[in-house]
């Protein structure tokens, strides 16, 4: 069985980059899943959270939470956002591990993600909190 | 200034709404983020966890707290707008959760006001799912 990085990942250690351009049937999938009579209209620009999830989803992937026997609980999380992004806008997303420690067994990890466009300028940034458990360190 | 600093206060709510988290909004909330983690999902992986069942994304709670803020400030929550929450306790598809807020500080830097608020979102059993605070440009 492949050593997940959570287990062996240090502080500091870099993620991505992810391209997290977020296509029209993405953002239609979206607004079904979240949407309805109160929404607003976002028109053809995107809700930031939905940036956020795409980068957090590849982060889990890189990570190896979605090995067997794992089971990660999605304790926290931070955005700040500095401008609206577009659909089909291309934005890249980098990460960073800030934090990595075990408690009683359970890693608590933090990964903080910058967001930029396609001239580099950083559209938003984001820290998420995990807790992962189930595994053998 | 604009209309969203002239007619706020501290002490004023948020407009909150409910929804239903149905597993057809999961599925399309995997869809959109592409996270096809079966916890989500798959009712057989799902009841071997810790949990049980399935359980809805966080981020699918997290975004209707969004949603209630850029319905309130529609001109500034995207472009400056701040959040750090924590996930209180898991949604099962099938509940429904209402999110909430308030206005709790208005505070003056430079000329520009920014909102403080505290922002949720709770089960109908007055469990809370999302719980944490926003802050939020006015002008």
């Known amino acids: 069985m492949v ?23 993405r953002a239609s999938a979206y607004a079904d899943a979240v949407g309805g009579g109160e929404s607003p209209d976002y028109g053809d620009s995107l809700a930031p ?18 090995s067997g026997g794992l089971q990660t609980v999605h304790a926290g999380q931070e955005v700040s956002w500095v401008r609206q ?3 089909g806008e291309q934005v890249e997303a980098t990460g960073r591990l800030a934090a990595n420690s075990i408690r009683r067994g359970n890693h608590f990890a933090t990964v903080a993600v910058t967001y930029r466009d396609s001239s580099g300028t950083e559209v938003g940034t984001s ?10 360190s | 200034m604009s209309s969203e600093s002239t007619q706020r206060a501290v002490g004023d ?15 399309a909330y995997a869809e959109a983020s592409g996270d096809h983690n079966p916890i989500h999902l798959d009712e057989s992986y799902a009841s071997s966890t ?11 709670s997290l975004a209707l707290v ?28 099938g509940e429904t959760v209402v999110t909430y807020g308030e ?25 809370d799912a999302v719980v944490g605070r926003a802050t939020v440009p006015l002008e």
């Not at chain 1, 909190?129 to 053998?136: D, F, K, M, N, R």
């Not at chain 2, 709404?17 to 597993?23: A, H, K, L, V």
């Not at chain 2, 830097?109 to 007055?126: P, Q, R, W, Y």
Request: a negative charge; charged letters at 20%; aromatic letters at 6%.
């Open chain 1, 49 to 66: 959270i939905m940036v956020v999830a795409a980068a957090l989803t590849m982060l889990i992937e890189d990570l190896g939470l979605f």
């Open chain 2, 103 to 127: 206005i709790t500080a208005i505070d003056e830097s430079e000329d520009k006001l920014t909102a403080t608020c505290t922002i949720g979102c709770k089960k109908t059993d007055g469990t």
């Open chain 1, 127 to 136: 820290s998420t909190t995990i807790i992962v458990s189930g595994e053998a």
């Open chain 1, 85 to 87: 992004i577009n659909i």
């Open chain 2, 13 to 27: 709510a948020l407009k909150g709404f409910e929804r239903e988290i149905t597993q057809d909004r999961v599925n």
């Open chain 2, 50 to 60: 810790q949990f049980g069942t399935r359980i809805a994304h966080g981020m699918l």
């Open chain 2, 66 to 93: 969004t949603e209630m803020l850029a319905t309130e400030f529609p001109s500034t929550w995207h472009a400056g707008g701040k959040i750090k929450v924590r996930f209180s306790a898991p949604v099962f598809p």
């Open chain 1, 3 to 25: 050593t997940p990085l959570i287990s062996t990942a240090t502080v500091g250690h870099e993620f991505g980059p992810y391209d997290v351009t977020i296509e029209a049937e």
